[in-house]
């Protein structure tokens, strides 16, 4: 499958600053969808990007994918508690078929 | 409510002992798949199935198998499970591709299994 590096694995924001993570493949992608895990639930879809230097945003949400098709990635601006958890990017291939990155753990201190 | 159900949701079991954890969707969705997630690993595809009858494997199919008799359901099964499928496991679904464009999909609230 399609391999993705997610950067960074860890991000300790403080309440209310804005931080971005990123997700970098060595090959074009044809899109990609974000996840969001809560500690102790499971992936919710975020987003899906298909469109080269497509930007989507969900209030404080910025996703973009880069204009080669090979990144993407996420920007959380004034960082609430609610936005613990960590941030999958995960390329879509032919049949639906996803392949996860290793994830963002976001941690947000008040 | 349109969800993902998974059973059991926490499981503890010995070596070799065969188990099943099912798998249902009220969505009516063509595409099922099942993960495992490991710290440090992220989410890894076991094995996915694109409609009725249809599976296939994923990125880590030792050791498990499926089947998808009924559309809503897609159990995994661990024939004789070993210490190393100590891990949690998610089920998901979607619609269908279609003209290249790919789906969200659902996933279930998981089912940690520890093998001894």
């Known amino acids: 499958g399609q391999q993705v590096m997610q950067i960074p694995q860890y991000q300790h924001v403080q309440e209310g600053e804005d931080f971005t993570t990123y997700c970098n493949s060595s090959?074009?992608?044809?899109?990609i969808q974000w996840y969001k895990q809560r500690p102790g639930g499971h992936p919710v879809f975020l987003i899906q990007?298909?469109?080269?230097?497509e930007v989507k945003k969900q209030k404080r949400l910025t996703f973009q994918f880069g204009e080669a098709k090979k990144n993407s990635s996420l920007h959380i601006t004034a960082t609430q508690t609610t936005d613990v958890g960590t941030y999958f990017c995960?390329?879509?291939?032919?049949?639906?078929?996803?392949?996860f990155g290793g994830g963002t753990r976001v941690l947000v201190k008040p | 409510e349109a969800q993902v159900t998974q059973n059991p949701r926490y499981l503890i079991t010995v070596t070799g002992k065969k188990l099943t954890v099912t798998c249902s969707q009220n969505?009516?969705?063509?595409?099922m798949s099942w993960y495992r997630q490991d710290p440090g690993l992220g989410l890894r595809q076991i094995y996915y199935?694109?409609?009725?009858?249809?599976?296939d494997k994923g990125d880590v199919p030792e050791g498990y198998k499926v089947s998808r008799k009924e559309k809503r359901n897609f159990p995994l099964i661990l024939e004789s499970p070993s210490p190393n499928q100590t891990s949690l496991y998610f089920c998901?679904?979607?619609?269908?591709?279609?003209?290249?464009?790919?789906?969200?999909?659902?996933f279930g609230p998981g089912t940690r299994l520890t093998v001894t």
């Open positions: 199935s694109m409609n009725v009858e249809v599976t």
């Open positions: 990007l298909v469109k080269s230097g």
């Open positions: 969505m009516n969705h063509e595409y």
């Open positions: 998901a679904s979607s619609l269908r591709e279609l003209a290249g464009v790919s789906y969200e999909q659902y």
């Open positions: 090959t074009t992608l044809s899109n």
């Open positions: 995960a390329p879509a291939a032919a049949g639906n078929k996803l392949t």
